[in-house]
């Protein structure tokens, strides 16, 4: 794997008004990455990307893609992007998707025609119907034909999946998939719905309140939360220095469950001398073991 | 050969794809010779990153149970006939791993899981 940066910010800030959207933000995207940016509504994923491409300007720190400055060169840094926005609304209503499509195609100079009509051909895409008729599920497919014709070195995908059926979002990753085999790209792909693009990623970070709370491989993401089962005397208190996601303590009996963050021997260590006895660690799914640093205690 | 990808299971997901391969070579639908699916195929199917198949492939490759044949694509490795005890082995260890997982969840202990599997074994040869 490469050791080249796709994208990056440094100390990321950004205020709307009095709320605070981005708070120091470091984002490290290695070059061929598949990159979840994962956080509750709200939590800063959205603007993270539109600083990426210059839609919006921060108020303090910076980005860069493929080591281009954003801020200074945005035309150059969002020819190299395919951007999939939150919104389904396009900007040409009027236009048919046949006429929007050339559009976008004079914009840019990779764009591959053979490619997009069998983007457009797999999607589904009604060239001769008007942008502005099209269902939420339409909209989505066609965006997603204009994001990878002209096959861009980074693709930014916000909430991708959302506004396609079951059955069309398969397709659509699936055809994703065949689409990174083909070309070399690096995605970031923000969501809550983790479990639907989870098996395509291989980084996550984690942004709760406007903070980058975790940034990892999905190794190490796997390696770092776990969940204990322990048994504990009455009474029993987690030492302070553990850092808790989650946990479940019954009224009845000794047995508890918690889940923590750290690496594993040491957080055993720790409460195997604090009087605990630990029965059982396992490793959790990619969303769990996100949603630890979402609802970690005493972190917000 | 069909390929399923548990998301629960706690191990990385290469490391799935590659007991696929095995059990699917252990079970007799893929045999010496036959072709795998390409990287872009398995990983459409399975929408996985590519990079992960290509690693469960890489590294059924060193162990030897698979080869490729440039330009044409990968193969289940002839020598797989002899390699079928060893296979097999690695395959009962896993099935035992995550039985034992289970019964130790349960507060059981490794003798009384496999005294019950010798005893439910026997009833089902008597009932067939």
């Known amino acids: 794997m490469s050791d080249e940066l796709a994208a990056a910010t440094y100390g990321l800030s950004m205020h709307y008004g009095r709320e605070t959207a981005l708070d120091g933000v470091d984002l490290r995207v290695p070059e061929g990455a598949v990159y979840l940016l994962l956080g509750a509504n709200g939590a800063g994923k959205s603007t993270t990307m539109k600083v990426l491409l210059n839609l919006e300007r921060p108020d303090a720190g910076s980005a860069e893609v493929f080591g281009l400055d954003t801020a200074s060169q945005g035309p150059e840094v969002r020819a190299q992007v395919g951007y999939l926005p939150e919104s389904h609304a396009h900007d040409y209503a009027w236009m048919t998707c046949r006429r929007l499509l050339q559009h976008v195609a004079l914009h840019y100079p990779a764009w591959d025609h053979a490619y997009a009509a069998h983007l457009v051909d797999v999607f589904g895409v009604r060239v001769e119907r008007k942008v502005g008729t099209l269902s939420k599920g339409e909209s989505r497919r066609l965006q997603f034909v204009l994001a990878l014709a002209h096959r861009p070195p980074l693709l930014l995908l916000d909430e991708p999946t959302d506004g396609l059926d079951p059955m069309v979002r398969n397709r659509t990753l699936a055809q994703l998939a065949e689409h990174l085999a083909d070309t070399p790209t690096t995605v970031i792909v923000a969501t809550h719905h983790v479990h639907e693009v989870e098996s395509l990623a291989d980084h996550v970070g984690v942004l709760r309140d406007g903070r980058l709370v975790a940034q990892m491989t999905r190794d190490e993401l796997r390696a770092t939360v776990r969940r204990y089962r322990v048994e504990v005397p009455d009474g029993w208190q987690m030492p302070p220095d553990v850092r808790v996601a989650s946990a479940r303590r019954p009224r009845a009996g000794r047995e508890a469950q918690w889940t923590l963050i750290g690496e594993p021997d040491a957080v055993t260590a720790r409460l195997t001398a604090a009087g605990a006895s630990v029965s059982e660690v396992t490793p959790l799914a990619l969303e769990e073991a996100a949603l630890a640093f979402m609802s970690e205690e005493g972190a917000a | ?128």
């Open chain 2, 1 to 128: 050969m069909l390929v399923n990808l548990d998301p629960n299971d706690g191990r990385s997901l290469y490391l799935q794809i590659m007991d696929e391969v095995r059990r699917a070579i252990v079970v007799g639908t893929l045999q010496a010779e036959d072709p795998l699916p390409s990287v872009r195929e398995l990983a459409g199917e399975l929408v996985v990153n590519p990079r992960t198949v290509s690693q469960a492939y890489q590294e059924l490759e060193r162990e030897g149970v698979i080869y490729v044949r440039r330009g044409q694509g990968t193969f289940v490795s002839p020598a797989v006939k002899r390699g079928a005890g060893e296979r097999r082995r690695k395959l009962t260890r896993e099935v035992a791993k995550r039985a034992l997982l289970d019964a130790r969840r349960n507060g059981l202990d490794a003798e009384e899981l496999v005294t019950m599997i010798r005893k439910l074994a026997a009833e089902e040869g008597e009932t067939e």
